[in-house]
């Protein structure tokens, strides 16, 4: 392995894990974002907007880290794929669970709407 092109803090046992901490950091704010969705209610203008900003960067990232690797020869990180995964999984949790009480919420307005 060459490293004239890089930093050898860049790589880690031949794998290029310089995106990394960006990944986890993504990642924690994803679990954070489906806490607060789990615990208050929060407006599904924000959750869409947050989980769509983040699926995007996360997967730009994925792209640019790949192509990175393919320039310079080294291997990719599996656990930059497996946090996407992770990123995009709990995002659509966290979209779907939003959804699911705002349409609840809508449905026991209606049914007291009728019964008034």
Same mark, same amino acid.
């Given at each position: 392995?060459d490293?004239r092109?890089?930093y050898?803090?860049?790589?880690?046992n031949n794998?290029?894990?310089?995106?990394?901490p960006?990944?986890?950091?993504?990642?924690?704010?994803?679990? =954070?974002?489906?806490?607060?969705?789990?615990?208050?209610?929060?407006?599904?203008?924000?959750?869409?907007?947050?989980?769509?900003l983040?699926?995007?960067?996360?997967?730009?990232? =994925?792209?640019?880290?790949?192509?990175?690797?393919?320039?310079?020869?080294?291997?990719?990180?599996?656990?930059?794929?497996?946090?996407?995964?992770?990123?995009?999984?709990?995002?659509?949790?966290? =979209? %779907?669970?939003?959804? =699911?009480?705002? %349409?609840?919420?809508?449905?026991?307005?209606?049914?007291?709407?009728?019964?008034?």
């Amino acid at each position: 392995m060459d490293h004239r092109f890089t930093y050898h803090n860049f790589v880690t046992n031949n794998v290029f894990s310089l995106l990394d901490p960006i990944f986890l950091v993504i990642f924690l704010f994803s679990i =954070l974002l489906l806490i607060m969705v789990c615990i208050k209610k929060t407006p599904i203008w924000l959750c869409t907007i947050f989980a769509s900003l983040t699926v995007i960067v996360s997967g730009q990232l =994925l792209w640019f880290s790949a192509i990175i690797v393919d320039e310079l020869g080294i291997g990719g990180s599996t656990k930059d794929f497996i946090l996407f995964m992770g990123i995009l999984v709990t995002q659509f949790l966290a =979209l %779907y669970i939003t959804v =699911l009480k705002s %349409y609840k919420k809508e449905k026991n307005r209606n049914t007291e709407k009728e019964a008034h």
